[in-house]
């Protein structure tokens, strides 16, 4: 006879934690962590096989707000900590929220590498273009000429897109949303959730103290869909508040053009499953003011998980060799007297 209990039913509700959400009023960051919550309710998450890492930032708060596992690390390090994880337990869920800041300037490296050996982690990057938290220094992501604490004449810096980074270190999920388009958002959060491998999602969050606005042209009602392409797997790149718009390939150019609702032909279709990844790079290098800015899957294949290499490694060398012997290890050939 079975004494197991039936795993109850969560609602969003139920991934709430008891601390006080201190972001500030009107904070981008309330968005996401609701729509994330309702992700994990749907999608029946046991909330004690979940771990949420963070490291430094307003973003990296994130942990104590949800009644889940979470690790609260140090700045740019969460890939680190999530890798040893998940690693050491591969049945977990886990989750890498980060921020511009935290997870593309100090945290680049340690970025770069989680994502290339394709991790079976999910990372949230908050992008508002700015360090929140440290009260308002230029941010990797900054625009070029973006006036603040630390750059008062103008930041001279070109700015890192994050999903061409991601891209580049060959991620197999690429996604981008805005923190106040909640259902986009839920739904990108969604697919990144079952994706098997590193899912990698830039959200643009408004931080409306330090640079309050920076996305309006994606937020504002009566302007966004001329300035936002909402990518659909299969179909062409169509855009504009009456869909006459479109994308089209010049050479190996990008191009805007016009063209009569319904009429199409000539058109790039998306396909967030091409291998090569070309198309995806492409579209993520579209930025304002020139072209539309892409919103949702840009890239979603399937690879081998290094979390799954690595167990596979350990059972192949057990059954060639054996269960290993720490102390024989230690008195090898490969040890020297001075």
Known sequence: MSTSLPIPTLKPADFASDQDVRWCPGCGDYSILAQTKKVLAKLGVQRENTVFVSG????????YYMNTYGMHSIHGRAPTFATGLKLARPELNV???TGDGDGLSIGGNHMLHVIRRNLDVK????????????KGQYSPTSVKGMKTKSSPMGTL????????????????????????DVKQLEYVLERA???????????????NIFNDGAFDYATDKDTKLDHVLYLEHGKPLVFGKNRDKGIRLNALEPEVVNITPGQEDGLIVHDEKS?????????SRMQQPDYPEAMGIFRATEHDTYDELVHRQITDAKSQGG?????TLLNGSETWTV
């Open 56 to 63: 430094i930032g307003c973003s990296s708060r994130f942990p």
């Open 275 to 283: 291998r090569g990844g070309s198309l995806a790079y492409l579209l």
């Open 95 to 97: 989750w890498l929220v």
């Open 157 to 180: 810096d070109a700015p890192v897109y994050p999903i061409c980074f991601a891209l580049g270190c060959g991620v197999t999920f690429a996604a981008r949303a805005v923190d106040t």
């Open 123 to 134: 990372i949230l990057l908050f992008n508002n273009r700015v360090y929140g938290l440290t």
């Open 193 to 207: 959730a079952k994706h098997r491998g590193t899912a990698f999602v830039e959200i643009y969050q408004n931080c």
């Open 323 to 327: 269960e290993a012997d720490l102390q």
